[in-house]
């Protein structure tokens, strides 16, 4: 039996949705999938007061990290034990336990373990911008990067297990045409503050830099499901609980994925497969 499996790695509860319908795709066809979050999302919005206090959020939205698994058919799942660093330039960054405070071989260290352990075929995780910029979605991004190779260098942490060769790392963000796609929508509803440094030419993945396109329309609404039992984070600041109905299907309906790293050569174009030529 070769089941073949698939690991994504992000820094919060919720950051999963972008790859949520791969994560059903692959599931449903029989692999095994797992996520890894380096924090609790601790310093996120709450909802509601009846959901959580700042107090309890984080063991909150782990509960919330669970209900959103069983729904993606996850039965792997990891926490760090980081905290959430907060937006850049918050007093969340200066706390010792945050993410972007942490010592980069410890990261590395753990990820390798669980890569050694879980020994995936693909790894998944945010691009080099961090989908919008969040400090701890850049760490992540970088630390799975380095533990991508240093799982697979048995010279590398030797007591966390035999090494292991992934064979493809994909970064996952948002596609540039889907932020175009909703600019006009941010516009009229005078979002310009939120986005007032920002140009939407500038964000997501550019069509030069996607492999993979990923039309997972059948898993649409079992994608949407997995996302509201993240209920605290279903508040109004939340951009995507006030898109229209139709704007969060087309926002849904399709995953992009840049091949960072191969070790099965080169991804073709129209192929649209993270397993393609894994073994
Ligand atoms: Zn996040």
Redesign the pocket.
Known sequence: MSTKRLLGVF??PD?EGMVSGALLQYSTSGLETGLIYATRGEVGEIASPSLATPETLGEVREGEMRAAADILGVHDLWFLGYRDSGMAGTPENEDPGAFINARAAEVVGKLVEIIRQFRPQVLITFDESGGYG?P??IAIYRYTTSAFHAAADGVLYPELGPAHSTSKLYYASPARRQLLMMADWIREQNYEEMFKDVDPNTLGLADDQINVVLDVEPWQETKAHSWVAHRTQMHSMNMFTRLPAELQRKWRNTEYYQLATSRVGPDVVGENDLLARVI
């Open positions: 820094a919060h950051d969040h701890d979605h």
